[in-house]
């Protein structure tokens, strides 16, 4: 496989998760094991949207972006799975807010770099300071992590679709 059909097929991944990570943000069921299967597989979707957004982009992002690669590479697989606390903590948690700080660091090599589009890192980074503020505005703090989802989904969709568009 050549790397312009690796990056639209990794476009296309990242533009499919980050699409039903948005709709996830809607409450379409409560059943458990439907939900496990849903974000199980929007990880898996947004961990192979991921590697080819960074890839693309690998020479120009730097150490920040390398870092912050990993990092999200690593969140990506320790919040996939069923909700259980093995360690005596949340390992959801904890990896969404690893992740969260990954896309940020991912966003500022982004923006150093002067990539484009600007639409995906201003939404990652949008989505962790909407979760912030909206849960310390008591009307609004049931809408803070639902948005923050979209927007974190909506960062993704709109870089995958920048890799499906590439013409190099």
């Given amino acids: 496989m050549n790397y312009p059909t ?13 699409l039903l990570r948005v709709t996830s943000s809607i409450p379409i069921t409560q059943d458990a ?3 496990e299967w849903l974000y199980t597989g929007i990880d898996i979707l947004l961990l192979l949207g991921l590697i080819g957004i960074y890839l693309a982009r690998a020479e120009r992002l ?9 990092v999200a590479v690593a969140s990506l697989s320790f919040i996939g799975g069923p909700d259980a ?14 992740l969260a ?3 940020v660091g991912l966003s ?19 989505s962790v300071i909407i979760a912030g503020v909206l849960n310390y505005v008591p009307p609004l703090s049931a809408y803070g992590l639902p948005a923050a989802g979209a927007l974190f989904g909506l960062g993704f969709a709109l870089a995958g679709w920048s890799l ?3 013409r190099t």
């Fill in 33 to 35: 094991v439907t939900l």
């Fill in 6 to 18: 690796l990056y639209r097929v990794s476009g296309v991944a990242a533009i499919a998760g980050g």
């Fill in 85 to 98: 606390d093995p360690f005596g903590f949340s390992t959801y948690e904890q990896g969404a807010a690893a």
């Fill in 164 to 166: 499906v568009q590439a």
């Fill in 62 to 70: 730097g150490f920040l972006g390398l870092s912050s690669f990993g």
């Fill in 108 to 126: 500022m090599a982004w923006v150093r770099a002067g990539e484009r589009p600007l639409a995906p890192p201003i939404c990652w980074f949008s």
């Fill in 101 to 103: 700080i990954a896309l």
